[in-house]
């Protein structure tokens, strides 16, 4: 029984020292497809794909810039020249997306995740780039 009490006062200790010292983080916005739409064709704002390039070349949001989530930590000062801008970082779902605003914003980038990707998005697209 002690052992447990010590455990769980252990357990409770690290959680609480978690959120002390995890406070400069916080969570990537997300927005919907309407929202994004809305944003599309604003000069502030940059879209990114970070789909493969397949995914990219079958059906992409006009304009938008492709840096696969995979490479994006290696790519990222390719996006120094849109950093005062707001990026809304696109996936086919919703998933690398949310990841690759992670890795943004640690970069001290303004973004936001389109929730739900391509799958659900309203606005315009184009085909075979």
């Not at 599309?40 to 992409?60: C, I, M, P, S, W």
């Not at 930590?73 to 690398?96: A, F, H, M, T």
């Not at 690759?100 to 799958?119: C, P, T, W, Y």
Request: contains cysteine; negative net charge; charged residues 20%.
């Amino acid at each position: 029984m002690k052992n447990i009490i010590i455990i769980a006062v252990i357990g409770f200790l690290g959680i609480y020292l978690y959120k002390i010292f995890n406070t400069g983080s916080s969570a990537v916005q997300s927005i919907d497809s309407a929202s994004g739409a809305e944003l599309y064709g604003n000069a502030d704002v940059v879209f990114l794909d970070v789909r493969t390039v397949e995914e990219h070349r079958a059906k992409a949001i006009p304009g938008s810039q492709l840096i696969p989530v995979q490479e994006l930590e290696s790519r990222v000062d390719e996006l120094q020249p849109v950093k005062d801008k707001k990026i809304v970082v696109y996936c086919r779902s919703g998933n690398r997306s949310g990841t690759a605003a992670d890795i943004l914003q640690k970069h001290g980038f303004n973004v936001v995740n389109l929730s739900g990707g391509m799958l659900q998005w309203g606005g315009p697209s184009e085909t075979g780039e």
